[in-house]
T-cell receptor, first 111, second 115 residues
């Protein structure tokens, strides 16, 4: 079963705009990770945020985590056409040893 | 950068036939995962190995699916007999260690179509 639910399911923006994706989860977690998947390819790890962290940056990516609301957001700033992909949040639930993935947000960046 | 290798890239089979997928993880990665991804959804864990031992196969349909990692390196996932509902992308991933802070490295998957 899938733990996280991303919102929105699909997002279309113009190049240069910012893209924000949200993830909600249900149980206690050790960490939350975001992955990217280009069409027909495997997933690529983007960033990991621990349960005791509130915000993390990596290049044009900014991730926030609110454990009281069981939610996370991924912000991509100054988007590029090459950012077009599906983005998934994944949680490592307390007591589990494998990641549980959400249903993903499909991002389309128009050039 | 080292990659997770999977083969075949695509597989078309008729229902009731047997099919097998192969995965070679990144060298030194003790943990190996098989995930299934239905089009438009996120990956769902089928089985997790730590070295050659199965850690979690609670979501593996054991009446038709089997997985092995005999020498703790490469792995094979088998389906026998295949059913129409098995059509999906089968993704292999590996990590240095299970849980905690080890990110997963994915292969490009095997796209299975059952006719």
């Amino acid at each position: 079963s899938q733990q996280g639910e991303e919102d929105p399911q699909a997002l279309s923006i113009q190049e240069g705009e910012n893209a924000t994706m949200n993830c909600s989860y249900k149980t206690s977690i050790n960490n939350l990770q975001w992955y990217r998947q280009n069409s027909g390819r495997g997933l690529v790890h983007l960033i990991l945020i621990r349960s005791n962290e509130r915000e993390k940056h990596s290049g044009r990516l900014r991730v926030t985590l609110d454990t009281s609301k069981k939610s996370s957001s991924l912000l991509i700033t100054a988007s590029r056409a090459a950012d077009t992909a599906s983005y998934f949040c994944a949680t490592l639930d307390t007591g589990r040893r494998a990641l549980t993935f959400g249903s993903g947000t499909r991002l389309q960046v128009q050039p | 950068e080292a990659e997770v290798a999977q083969s075949p890239r695509y597989k078309i089979t008729e229902k009731s036939q047997a099919v097998a997928f192969w995965c070679d993880p990144i060298s030194g990665h003790a943990t190996l995962y098989w995930y299934r991804q239905i089009l438009g959804q996120g990956p769902e864990l089928l089985v997790q190995f730590q070295d050659e031992s199965v850690v979690d196969d609670s979501q593996l349909p054991k009446d038709r699916f089997s997985a092995e990692r005999l020498k703790g390196v490469d792995s094979t996932l088998k389906i026998q007999p295949a059913e129409l509902g098995d059509s999906a992308m089968y993704l292999c991933a590996s990590s240095l260690a299970s849980g905690q802070t080890s990110p997963l490295h994915f292969g490009n998957g095997t796209r299975l179509t059952v006719t």
